[in-house]
């Protein structure tokens, strides 16, 4: 399949041109404004977009700051088409992300050489990029299976509260709560970043983990460290690798997760929202999956008691707003939890 290229430009026989040049190899838009550009987007992701400059109404930097503004369109690669360029014009370019810079009236030879070599590149960079993140997937559910037959009582704990994450985020989407904190989350990102939430556990003395009966007061407070030391674990990660979005929020759902609505969760006693939103979520997953579980110290309730239970601790250890939608879902929470 032939890659896509935007050339926007408001001059006809630019357009002409470039379309002739290209064409051969390339499925090539042409389109006159920078505004139907934007429009364009919306249906169509090009591989490459060149963009003239000097254009009436909306210039190419003002095009090029909506590409770069929106995480959809910000990979784009961009390369300005342009008369003349002083220092400073190419210096405010690249700093905002353009690739390269084409003089017009360009050479048709000239323009194909250098849009093949920024489309293998782009090629390159995203093939690259797709297997790093494909080993740091593997990676991750390596550690957190580690941490998960630790304690072999939790059975699949991890993967059935990932995908309730993801179905509870959905579904807050769909009715609009918390819509302004949410609507830019990757579900698919979040969900898998919720299972390092007890990555901490690690570090937890088998006699504590694997205890069957209540533990002493001095237990508790040392299976309470699992998210302080969970915290640690992953600002060992970024110190190592560098942060990035999946480590941020892992490390939110590490160390938020035992917080409630009240103030009288652990380990800061947060309350409200002053609890990050990735900790209210865990809260009521974690709680209601532990609920549905055997353990060892403990038999398993039935998805209506865990619910139950759940609408008690409305507004005292579950933010109400949520815990009102984790109710509303009961029939598809019922379809990973089977009693």
């Not at 977009?49 to 000097?54: A, P, R, T």
């Not at 609920?291 to 507004?315: H, M, N, P, V, W």
Request: proline share 4%.
């Amino acid at each position: 399949m032939k890659k896509t290229i935007f050339v926007v430009d408001d001059s006809i026989s630019n357009l002409t041109l470039a379309s002739e040049a290209l064409s051969p190899y390339y499925a090539v838009r042409t389109i006159p404004t920078g505004e139907k550009a934007i429009m364009l987007l919306e249906k169509t992701k090009p591989d490459l977009i060149l963009l003239d400059i000097e254009m009436p109404d909306m210039n190419g930097f003002d095009v090029l700051k909506q590409l770069k503004s929106n995480k959809n369109y910000r990979d784009i690669p961009v390369i300005f088409l342009t008369a003349k360029t002083d220092f400073f014009t190419e210096i405010e370019a690249l700093e905002m992300g353009v690739v390269d810079f084409i003089g017009k009236p360009f050479n048709p030879a000239v323009l194909l050489n250098r849009i093949k070599h920024h489309i293998d590149i782009a090629g390159l960079v995203n093939e690259r990029t797709m297997q790093l993140n494909s080993a740091k997937k593997d990676i991750i559910f390596v550690l957190a299976d580690v941490v998960e037959n630790r304690d072999e009582s939790t059975g699949d704990h991890l993967g059935r509260t990932s995908r309730l994450v993801k179905l509870l985020l959905e579904h807050m989407m769909v009715k609009n709560v918390y819509y302004d904190q949410i609507s830019g989350w990757d579900f698919d990102l979040i969900s898998e970043c919720s299972l390092l939430h007890d990555v901490g556990k690690i570090n937890i003395p088998d006699a504590i983990l694997k205890k069957p009966g209540k533990f002493t007061p001095e237990e508790r407070k040392i299976m309470q460290e699992h998210v302080t030391i969970g915290e640690k674990i992953i600002d060992k990660i970024i110190d190592r690798s560098g942060e990035n979005v999946f480590l941020r929020n892992s490390k939110i759902f590490a160390i938020s997760h035992h917080e409630k609505w009240d103030g009288s969760g652990y380990p800061y006693g947060l309350k409200g929202e002053q609890i990050p939103l990735q900790g209210r979520v865990m809260a009521i997953v974690d709680v209601f999956d532990a609920l549905t579980s055997k353990r060892i110290y403990k038999d398993a309730f039935t998805s209506e008691q865990s619910l139950k239970i759940i609408l008690e601790e409305k507004g005292k250890h579950f933010d109400p707003h949520i815990a009102d939608l984790f109710l509303d879902i009961r029939k598809r929470i019922c379809e990973i939890y089977c009693d």
